[in-house]
């Protein structure tokens, strides 16, 4: 029998195992380690000429990257997520959310969400659902509530198949979720973004998703953290953890995905194990237009404050635009015009 427990216990268990266990993935990377930048030797830009400001749909924000979806419907939640609103505010950058899942239930922990538009009152903030929610809703009103609650500029679906299958309380079931999906794009009047947590998203199921309406694409793929292993951690499981590496690295979803760029216009989100700023240059260089990060990103906001979350992430950005410099690139554009070639080219 499966030991159900309340999605807020759930959610404050994921914050537990994430802040103190190791739950990245062991063998699989994000695959960054393969390419290698073609250094400019005569680049005469200087940190000035380097543009950074990029559109997030409908509001400019000052850096390519997005405090990606991690918690809400909890106590804790509610300060990590006023912390992290805070900086995205002084950054001028998008949050997402956690999953909304709890507020299905009850009004128990709306602050925890609502606190995020409160702090970040200009930004982008991006509403969280899940698949196996969204295939139950009769309508598009329940996903309309939840983005009311933030006062959300797009909404997020995850795809958490693996983790569903896992989870002692998942719910595994995506039946009907292209339909549904289609028609909730057709109604909503903000965007769809559809992520993964960390298994990655291949180019035919992104032109799938972008076919039904979507406009945005967040491969997550794996080399960050395995919410498989997050699940074997929380519920003590003893077995083989074959599905710990399974999922497609990040660095071949975002590659693959930009192809699709021909045809369709969408916002191509790279995220899964970027946790510097190579990561974050070579993710953009492979064609994403913003990056995320979230794990690394908790881990800041609960040992080092807002102070933490800000200085890491400015860090991040002198360091790409160190990057720019030395590639003779002086907005993400040019980064993407060839400057990136995978190792084995260059020996």
Known sequence: MRN??????????????CLNEEVGFKVKTNGFEKYDFIHYAVSELQTDDVELKTDFFEKEISLPFLISSMTGGTKKAEKINSQLALAASELNIPI??????????????LNSYKIIRKNAPNQPILGNIGASQVVKFKDETSILRLAEVLQADAMII??????????????????????????IT??????????????????ETAKLLLNCGVQGIDVAGAGGTSWSAVEYNRNKYNINKLFREWGLPTSYCIRTIYELKNKFNFLLIGSGGVNNSLDIAKALALGADITASARVILQK????????????IKNWFDDLKKIMILTGSKNISELQAGKLRKKEELY
């Open 4 to 17: 159900i427990k309340r999605t807020s216990i759930r959610k404050q268990d994921h914050i537990d195992i």
């Open 96 to 109: 997402g959310v956690g999953s909304q899942r709890q507020l299905l239930e009850n009004n128990k922990h």
């Open 158 to 183: 995850h795809l958490n198949l693996l983790q569903e299958l896992i989870q002692d309380e998942g719910e595994p079931i995506f039946k009907g979720f292209i339909s549904k999906l289609e028609q």
């Open 186 to 203: 057709n109604k909503l009047e903000i965007p769809i973004i559809v992520k993964e947590i960390g298994n990655g998203i291949n180019k």
């Open 301 to 312: 906001v609960v040992n080092e404050k807002i102070e933490g979350v800000v200085g890491l």
